[in-house]
């Protein structure tokens, strides 16, 4: 049997349902402001806790998918326009993008361990947290050999790898995911999703007014970094997850092994934001205040490039020309041209089984 190749989709690409198959959270509209009708017929104000949920501290699988009672929510399947020109060489795979990573990362192994070629194996893209979920599943392995003899090759697209402060946003700001009178509802949501804390910046991402970097306990992982009412919902469980995770992410290729081909992408044209000024215990009033740098509007491409370190940096392709942004990179012309083509490269052969 040949290899499989699965597209481990971005943060908000996979729509979610209820367990009686009734679609909450369409990733078709994200960008256009959620109507009631997006989420299952619900009433504004079940939305919040509709979309929120509960984990046990040291647990990675949520105890509560969705805070509303009676409600289950699961990952239903991924919007198709981010991804057209890969859908005819791929295998889409769903997973709810809330959840602290590493449990989607065990899923996607269970998965390949179950779904193993009898002949070949997996070749995994990953979209943007979906490069997170692959990089995080080589990471969770007791066998240092076992990512290698399930996967082929690896393509991450846009993957954050030293964060971004996009996810910081939604927890400072909240974002229009739900249109523009429930930004409340969607930072309340945002404060119980595990992922989000998990993709904050890496490094020092907060100064102070003279310009030099805030003491690191004053940092957005540390609780510190939330002064006064910036505090209101943030959940010291979750910045301990994010600063487990951050570890989990250091040489993020160093457990596939020389039997994985590997490519990583990056967009350079798009203002990117880095950084935020904290006076005393404020932070500015709206994210338009950001200070930015060059990325693909999501991921700084120079601040991926240093943390990754120099075998990141050997196999990362810094896109020339006008490439997409962020949401829309597995769409840009030379990233699947190039994708094509590397999935018809030979790979090494897997290690034997012990």
């Known amino acids: 049997m040949p290899d499989r190749t699965l597209l481990v989709p971005g943060t908000q690409a996979t729509s979610l349902a209820d367990q009686n198959g009734t679609v909450v959270y369409n990733a078709v509209r994200v960008s256009l402001g959620l109507q009631k009708d997006e989420l299952g017929g619900r009433p504004p104000s079940e939305w919040q806790r509709l979309l929120s949920i509960a984990q046990e501290p040291g647990t990675w699988e949520p105890s509560m998918t969705s ?81 290698s003899r399930l996967v082929a090759r690896v393509i991450l697209v846009g993957t954050p790898l030293a964060g971004t402060m996009r996810a910081t946003e939604a927890l400072l700001w909240g974002r229009e995911d739900l249109g523009k009178d429930n930004i409340a509802a969607a930072r309340g949501m945002a404060l119980t999703w595990p992922a ?105 491409a120079q601040r991926t490039l240093d943390w990754g370190g120099s075998l990141y940096q050997r196999h990362a392709v810094v896109l020339s020309g006008k490439p997409e942004p962020h949401a829309m990179l597995c769409q840009d012309e030379e990233v699947v041209r190039m994708t094509r083509r590397f999935l018809n490269a030979p790979a090494p052969p897997p290690p034997s089984s012990p």
């Open 67 to 147: 805070l509303e009672p009676g409600t289950e929510v699961r990952p239903h399947s991924i919007v198709d326009t981010p991804y057209e020109r890969m859908l005819p060489f791929v295998e889409p795979w769903p997973y709810d993008w809330r959840m602290d990573i590493r449990h989607n990362a065990m899923l996607l192994l269970e998965k390949m361990r179950a779904e193993k070629p009898a002949d070949g194996r997996f070749n995994l893209i990953g979209h943007s947290q979906g490069g997170l979920v692959i990089v995080l599943a080589s990471k969770l392995t007791s066998d240092l050999n076992e990512f």
């Open 196 to 300: 989000i804390y998990q993709m904050m910046p890496s490094w020092n991402a907060v100064v102070l007014p003279d310009g030099e970097d805030a003491p690191e306990g004053q940092q957005f992982m540390q609780p510190e970094g939330w002064p006064g009412p910036w505090a209101e919902g943030i959940q010291e469980d979750l910045l301990l997850r994010a600063r487990e995770t951050e570890i989990l992410l250091h040489g993020p290729f160093a457990r596939f092994g020389s039997s994985v081909l590997t490519m990583a992408f990056l967009g350079k044209r798009q203002m990117t934001p880095v950084l935020v000024k904290r006076t005393a215990d404020e932070y500015p009033e709206n994210r338009r205040e950001m200070r930015v740098q060059q990325g693909d509007g999501l991921v700084p």
